[in-house]
């Protein structure tokens, strides 16, 4: 039975007005994503993924960012345009987001305990000892060890691994249906990394609770994700479920992608690599933006640009190698 997706981006355009020019952050993103789905997005570094988050939430910088066309559907409602009371109630309470650095997102001034009740003291209005009983609860079921003696200690007191536990937990306090998780390991070493990503599918699990996971690393999307989008210039250029993204790729930047993924029994003399660089976004390609990157690109690819390529209902990606229509605008 087809069940309505939790949240739903139709053709999201979000812009940066620069000196120099106007900058296309999301260029026409559309994805889904259901109750208690991991959607991965993966790209490089400027590919899109972080601006397509912070306009879920509503946190775009204006100026110079405004969000000028699309919808963004949660349970139904469109965030876009919505009041700052009207998405505060929904920031944290109903969509939480965790981010790569917890040194930098958490209040270096304040005990981590406070930090948390603070979260539930916003949204949920209990006194102060109500909010850190649940503080002390969540700290328990993030793993961290003692947790009424860690609720009165600061975040410089604790471990990169122990503040990212402390920052899910006050994702989570609240029970969000939907936790946007933007790049959490990647400033953690291998085992924390492992050890995080457990953590947070089992939580997934036990709050049925969707994920929408922003990262780079193809190995942590292999390991969490139940679908896929892949990001290249503010659009995405390849969406289906993971099995058809790892074992089934169709666009020339994901094989990339998953190319420069070595495994323990790799022996390499040369670390595989994408050339080059992503492109100017003043001065983006005519045609297929990774066109000046593709070991495969035609003459069609320098032209105009490709329009998605259906292979079944849930798996398509926008190359020309597919043939397909095309979309002259630039």
């Known amino acids: 039975m087809s069940q309505d997706p939790l949240l739903e ?7 940066f007005f620069t000196d120099d020019g106007v900058i296309k952050g ?26 397509t988050a912070m306009s879920i939430l509503n946190l775009i910088p204006d100026p110079p960012g405004k969000i000028t066309n699309g919808e963004i559907l949660f349970q139904g409602q469109n965030l876009v345009g919505l009041g700052k009371e009207e998405m505060r109630k929904i920031r944290g309470n109903h969509i939480a987001m965790i981010f790569q650095e917890p040194m ?13 009740a603070e979260s539930v003291m916003l949204h949920h209005n ?28 600061y975040p410089h007191q604790m471990s990169g691994g122990m503040r990212q536990r402390v920052m899910i937990a006050i994702a989570l306090a609240c029970s969000p249906s939907l936790l946007i998780a933007d790049e959490p390991t990647s400033a953690l070493d291998v085992t ?5 990503l457990k953590l947070m599918k089992k939580l997934q699990e036990k709050m049925d609770m969707a994920v929408l996971l922003i990262t780079h690393d193809m190995g942590v999307v292999a390991e969490t994700a ?21 074992f089934n790729a169709k666009h020339p930047y994901l094989m990339g992608l998953k190319e420069s993924v070595l495994s323990i029994d790799d022996t390499v003399d040369e670390l595989p690599v994408i050339k080059g660089n992503i492109p100017d976004p003043l001065h983006l390609p005519p045609g297929c933006r990774f066109e000046p990157r593709c070991p495969r690109a035609m003459e069609i690819c320098k032209r105009k640009r490709p329009q998605p390529v259906y292979f079944n209902s849930e798996h398509h990606a926008c190359c020309w190698l597919h043939g397909g229509d095309h979309d002259t605008s630039v």
Do not use: W
């Not at 139940?226 to 790892?246: L, N, W």
């Open 126 to 153: 209990p006194d102060k000892k109500a909010a850190l009983e649940k503080a002390q609860e969540m700290l328990h079921l993030v793993g961290i060890p003692a947790p009424a003696r860690r609720l009165k200690e």
């Open 192 to 196: 924390i990394q492992s050890q995080i």
């Open 104 to 116: 930098t997102s958490l209040n270096p001034a304040m005990t981590v305990g406070a930090q948390i």
């Open 226 to 246: 139940d679908k896929v989008a892949v990001m290249y210039c503010g659009s995405i250029v390849e969406y289906g479920p993971g099995h058809d993204i790892f």
């Open 9 to 15: 981006i139709k053709n999201l355009e979000t812009v």
């Open 26 to 51: 999301c260029d026409g993103v559309s994805l889904k994503v259901n109750p208690g789905e991991t959607l991965a997005v993966v790209g490089e570094s400027g590919s899109g993924k972080s601006v």
